[in-house]
Nanobody
């Protein structure tokens, strides 16, 4: 009923930039929190950044000052602008939205399938 599709990943050199997008589609009444997570090889999935419906943001310490999360409510899309990328940012990046599919439904978390970001020279 709800699909999240990420795009924008790829190979970039250290110090470079990428912009990830995640578009939600399907039966959506409202989207509350939106966020980005990542999972590096051999490691657990970790939070990168979140943004509330009111625009409040939160970042992991490791990305503060380098990454910026934003959202376009008209497009049901969340973005992650990543600057000054480092090799340790290499991971599969996943988006997660907290969505209500109707006025009377509880919020539920939906995940995208991920997009690979590789930072290497």
């Amino acid at each position: 009923q709800v699909q999240l599709v990420e795009s924008g990943g790829g190979l970039v050199q250290p110090g470079g930039s990428l912009r990830l997008s995640c578009a939600a589609s399907g039966r959506i009444f409202s989207i509350n929190a939106m966020g980005w997570y990542r999972q590096a090889p051999g490691k657990q999935r970790e939070l990168v950044a979140t943004i509330t419906s009111g625009g409040s943001t939160h970042y992991a310490d490791s990305v503060k000052g380098r990454f910026t999360i934003s959202r376009d409510n008209a497009k049901n899309t969340v973005y992650l602008q990543m600057n000054s990328l480092k090799p340790e940012d290499t991971a599969v990046y996943y988006c997660k939205d907290t969505i209500a599919i109707s006025r009377y439904a509880y919020d539920r978390d939906y995940w995208g399938k991920g997009t690979l970001v590789t930072v290497s020279s």
